[in-house]
């Protein structure tokens, strides 16, 4: 059977339990290379929010709050389906489980959809640094240099969501080929890790980016 | 500059001995620590050679009384060496001794250009008088430069964008490589130049020979009136008043207080948005890319002599 | 002493000999074998450009090379060297082959993030070496603001995308390194039997899984900068260029670390051996890496105390910097106690591990110097610094993994090095170490600058000094590539244990077989149980 053959040992292994428990715990190590990846775009960002505290609040104010609100209670949703999925996997529902991975899927489009459309936006006025960039008001560099930590910062989280679909298709199609059951959905619990990794992400720059004064 | 073999180089400065000392305190440590590892590892190497018929000697592996003592021991000197270090550095890094001599510096690839207070423009070379503290005021035209003085013990990094200070006291009449010591590209290591250290009279003379029109303060003020600033700051409630600013404590529309210290002063001129007074509307323009960076020492040096406060507040 | 069998025994070598059974191969012995080819390559390109800087510093002139070739040769020289030779050097190499053998375990926990690693790595190089035929990058292996971003010509984002690319390899060996010691130990193997290779090569992955991604990001900034001038780090734009020191050196202090740990570790298993002793301290000696992992990611700001940084933070930073020291202190005196009343051999690796010990106590001693602020002030960005990080870099990581080399060499190949030859080797890198660098130290001291393509005459005895002492050195180094590759042919065939060892890695053949251990051992002894193990079979 796929789905035996699939959950067999890896040879290093000793056990599924080694191999599950490895799995995981090389998921958590990469994340936090990951919390590490963003933290410093944190840092930069930090660092000029407190010297430009006008600048920066000023540069908030060409986002759009209610798209990013938007975004964040559809990536929210995702997080909520991405568990679903899980627990469907950890209890051998086949049909649930391509249906949420599905789901997380197409909520994570919307999500990168709404912010295609922001970054269109922003290039139709003119407010993207280094490409397309004319901005008269007040505290020119420092609203420049808002909009490129805010373009840096979502750009990168968006990078890591367009990847994450990736990984969802992969496991949407091993899904559908009956490789997961209650014996084996590693794969699943790890990438959903990695989706909620990349929700909460979000979590912080929404308030960072769309939320200033 | 002599060209004989040697190990340390000459102290010229009221604190070069300060430092010398440190070093050689230091030096006393590694030549204790390294000659002791040293002496230990030779005699277990020699006593503890592999023979024939080799017996366990019993021993035991680990004590931790001894680690204690290796832990502790350590430790403490290296506090020494902290306060020593931190103390000597906070008398190079923090005010100069009042009634220094204020000197600014523009670091560009390849050359420093100095401004003596009075006027005296020079390129590469830097003339001070011994036995009289001088604080350099130096910012960069392009790149990080480092403005070095080995026979001084002093280095600070010269940085585009902002002000950084250093001072110090010659005390012995020399010339003086001064070296950039950030690398800033291609001639890097022919950014070198001389400081020339002259005694009191000779340093009068120098300065009566090189006599110019204009101080820099005068120089700035010049240009003050020429780009008419004073059409506002010289305006009731238009803009803050120039007299007695420098040094004093100013409060923003934000609610801060800072000081009113040269970077101030030249980041006011550049961003005049960054830091507004209090009680002020933000209607200055900005002049950014308008004046060199020896414009702006000038302006500096105009405003401050326009009743200065000292750094302290008095 | 072991005679050829009449039949061919199989083993991770001779398993299969078709190119694509190594170019695709999840064994992590041939990986580490496959870094092994890739990393000297690099250690020889960046050897090469050093000699050329040595010899054009001979002279106080600039006349060998012009300004700007020597400015990308110590460029290419420090980022070769650091991200290319010494980061992978024995993790990828003496990590990737004996973690597992160490552990009890068959392989890693993930054998192709392995071998990808080895791709990646090899891809950052590629990078590397197109930036370099295509004139290199002149902005020092720091890439300081704004030089790097705004006056710089070259090929400065090529460069960097070569070490970002890099970075991930790292990052993808520390991963393997985490899980596989958590996870993977063999029964009876618990945390404080492990050998101290293992704890050495533990902490360096937090290191990297920590400190690594900050590098990427701030290699990032600079791309982004230099591609579209926005002002990250431009002052006239609001930037500011002092924020990239912060951010490189948060990685490339612990960095230094990721370098040295690894050998300490090499360190901790020759000098037991070769004493046949337990050692001494273990747990202090396994926590010291631990510790010294952790306050190294709190000194960063000691490169930084003439950069404009305030006086305050320079201070905690400095106070930060010393305690940084003790741990490493900690590991000299536990290994020197560790000798005492020790039964000892003087084989080519135990004179590596005391090269290093004698070497790296003087540069971390050094190190002090430069934490004492008032002493840096004076010799930051001189030749002092120069020295200190080669005492650690070359005379203590270099040396621990040419020791490690040499000790393994029998597992690794199944073959005995010449003796006699690397003894000689082992001093010719000593002596000529000492001779090219020691010098240094006054010559920072008497306010020679780095990074200078000339310089005032008075310099000019030291200087020579060193050159001749870097000529010795390169023969040191080039006598082991030598004989270690003729030995693959006509070395005498070792047995498992040819030194005596204790360590799970000696008991199974030599070389191993594909999967390790005929059958998962069982751990019941503490580490260095030499009291109780058999005797040396090989007498150097």
Redesign the interface.
């Known amino acids: 059977m796929l789905a035996e053959r699939r959950s067999a040992l890896a040879h290093q292994f000793d056990d599924p339990a080694q191999q599950h428990e490895a799995s995981s715990l090389g998921m958590w190590a990469f994340l936090l290379t990951e919390i590490m990846l963003f933290g410093g775009l944190f840092v930069g960002y930090t660092v000029y929010r407190t010297a ?4 920066f609040i000023a540069g908030s104010q060409h986002l759009d709050v209610l798209l990013g609100t938007l975004n964040t209670a559809i990536l929210i949703s995702s997080s909520l389906t991405m568990a679903l999925s899980v627990h469907a996997a950890q209890v051998g529902h086949r049909q649930l489980l391509i249906r949420f991975l599905l789901l997380t899927m197409l909520l994570g489009l919307v999500f990168l959809g709404i912010k295609g459309y922001e970054y269109w936006h922003k290039y139709h006025e003119s407010l993207v640094p280094g490409i397309r960039f004319s901005y008269d008001g ?2 020119q ?1 420092q609203v420049q240099l808002f909009l490129v930590f805010y373009f840096l910062m979502t750009g990168l989280h968006a990078l890591h969501m367009v990847i994450g679909l990736g990984l969802l298709a992969i496991l949407a199609v091993l899904a559908w080929r009956g490789v997961f059951s209650p014996a084996y959905s590693t794969p699943v619990e790890i990438i959903g890790l990695y989706w909620h990794f990349v929700d909460i992400v979000w979590i912080f720059l929404y308030p960072l980016l769309y939320l200033l004064g | ?9 000459e102290q010229a400065s009221t ?1 070069a001995g ?2 010398d000392g ?2 050689a305190f ?1 030096i006393g ?2 030549v204790f ?2 000659g002791l ?2 002496l ?2 030779l005699s ?2 020699l006593k ?4 024939p018929g ?1 017996i ?8 931790n009384w ?2 204690a003592v ?2 502790l021991i ?2 403490a000197l ?2 020494v ?2 306060v ?7 008398t ?3 005010d100069p001794p009042a009634g220094a001599l204020e000197v600014y510096a523009v670091g560009k ?1 390849w050359m420093w250009k100095f401004q003596h207070p009075d006027g005296q423009r020079e390129i590469d070379e830097l003339h001070v008088p011994v036995g009289h503290p001088v604080q350099m005021t130096m910012t960069s035209q ?3 430069h ?1 403005f ?1 003085v ?2 001084f ?5 010269v ?4 002000y ?1 200070t250093i001072w110090f006291e010659a005390s012995k009449p020399g010339v003086y ?1 001064l ?12 950014m ?1 130049g001389r400081v020339v250290a002259l005694p009191p009279t000779q340093y009068q003379e120098w300065l009566s020979s090189n006599r110019v029109v204009e101080s820099m303060a005068s120089t700035g003020a010049r240009i003050f009136q020429q780009m008419g600033c004073g059409s506002c700051h010289d305006a009731e409630g238009l803009a803050p008043p120039m007299a007695g600013v420098f040094g004093s404590s100013v409060t923003l529309a ?1 609610g801060d207080r800072v000081l009113a210290d040269e970077g101030y002063i030249r980041e006011s001129i550049l ?1 005049p ?2 830091k507004i007074v209090a009680g002020y509307a ?1 209607i200055m323009p900005t002049f ?2 308008q004046f060199s960076e020896e414009e702006l020492s000038q302006l500096v040096a105009y405003i401050k002599s326009l009743g200065k406060q000292s750094a302290d507040g008095s | 002493m072991e005679t050829a069998p009449a039949t061919r025994r199989e083993h991770y070598l001779n398993v299969n000999y078709s190119p694509t059974s190594w170019l695709l191969t999840t064994d992590h012995k041939r990986i580490a074998l496959l870094y092994l080819i890739s990393i000297t390559f690099f250690f020889f390109v960046g050897g090469a450009a050093a000699t050329v800087l040595r010899l054009e510093l001979m002279t106080p002139q ?1 006349d060998l090379v012009q ?2 070739t020597y ?1 990308i040769l110590f460029t290419m020289h420090g980022i070769i060297m650091i991200f290319f030779f010494l980061i992978p050097s024995i993790p990828a190499v003496l990590g990737n082959f004996l973690v597992p053998l160490m552990i009890g375990a068959r392989d890693l926990a993930f054998p192709r993030l392995n071998l990808l690693s080895w791709y990646v790595f090899n891809l950052g190089g590629l990078c590397t070496i197109i930036a370099i035929a295509g004139g290199g990058v ?3 292996w720091t890439f ?4 790097s971003t ?3 010509n070259g090929y400065v984002i090529l460069t960097a995308l070569g070490v970002f690319i890099a970075g991930f390899s790292s990052i993808l060996t520390a991963l393997n390194f985490i899980v596989t010691i958590h996870t993977m130990r063999a029964p009876g193997l618990t945390w404080f039997r492990l050998p101290l290779f293992i704890w050495a090569h533990y902490a360096t992955s937090i290191i990297i899984i920590l400190g690594t991604p900050v590098l990427a990001i701030a290699i990032a900034l600079v791309a982004v900068e230099r591609l579209f001038h926005v002002g990250i780090f431009d ?2 734009l ?5 924020l990239f020191q912060h951010l490189f050196w948060f990685y490339s202090h612990p960095a230094v670390y990721i370098m040295v740990l690894p050998s300490m570790g090499v360190v901790s298993e020759l000098i037991t051996c070769f ?10 000696i396994a926590l010291s890496s631990i510790a010294i992992a952790v306050l190294g990611f709190f000194v960063w700001g000691h490169h930084m ?4 940084q305030s ?1 305050y933070a ?2 905690v930073f ?2 930060l910097s ?2 940084v ?2 741990p490493s ?2 590991k ?3 290994w ?2 560790t ?8 084989d080519a690796p135990l004179l590596y591990a ?1 090269g290093f ?2 070497l790296f ?2 540069g971390g ?2 190190g ?2 430069l ?8 010799v ?3 030749y002092f610094v120069v020295a200190h990080f080669h005492y650690i870099m070359v005379g203590g990581t270099v040396m621990g993994y040419l020791g490690g080399i040499h000790y393994w060499w029998p597992k690794i190949s199944g073959r005995l090095y010449p003796e006699g030859w690397a003894k000689f080797a082992a001093l010719m890198v000593f002596v000529g170490f000492n001779l090219t660098f020691f010098p240094q130290f ?1 010559l920072g ?3 020679m ?10 310099f000019q ?1 030291l200087h020579v000094m060193s050159s001749a002492g870097a000529s010795i050195l390169a023969v040191g180094y080039l006598v082991p590539l030598v004989y270690l590759l003729w030995s693959l042919r006509y070395g005498a065939l070792a047995g498992p244990n040819p030194w005596g060892a204790t360590g799970l890695e000696w008991q199974t053949p030599s070389p191993p077989p594909t999967d390790n251990f005929a059958a998962t051992p069982v751990v019941t002894q503490p580490p260095y149980a ?2 109780t193990q058999e005797e040396a079979t090989h007498v150097g």
């Open positions: 430009y505290p006008a600048g007040p505290y560099s | 500059m002599e060209s004989y073999f040697r190990l340390f180089p604190i300060r430092v440190l070093y230091l440590v590694t620590f390294a590892i040293f230990l590892l277990f190497l503890y050679r592999r023979r080799h366990h000697l019993p021993h035991r592996e680990g004590n001894l680690e290796w832990i350590p430790l290296t506090m060496i902290f020593w270090g931190a103390r000597l550095y906070a190079v890094m923090l690839q392009d790149v990080i480092s070095f080995p026979a013990r002093i280095k600070m990094d940085v585009p964008g902002r950084t490589h070296f950039c010591a950030e690398y800033c590209g291609t001639a890097h290591s022919g070198h934000s961003d948005r960054a933000p950014q890319g | 600039g300004s700007e400015n002149d902005t020092g300081y603001t704004p030089y705004t006056y710089a002052p006239a609001g930037g500011d260029p002092v004493a046949r002793k337990r050692i001494f301290g273990y747990t202090f105390f003439v950069s404009s006086v320079s201070m400095s106070f010393m305690l020291a003790i202190a900690v000299v005196f536990n020197t106690a000798l005492y009343k020790g039964s000892i051999a003087y005391l010990i004698g106590t003087i001693l050094t002090l110097f934490a004492a602020l008032a002493i840096d002030v004076h930051h960005d001189t006054v001291y008497l306010g600058p780095r990074r200078y393509h000339a310089y005032p005459d008075e005895v030499y009291d």
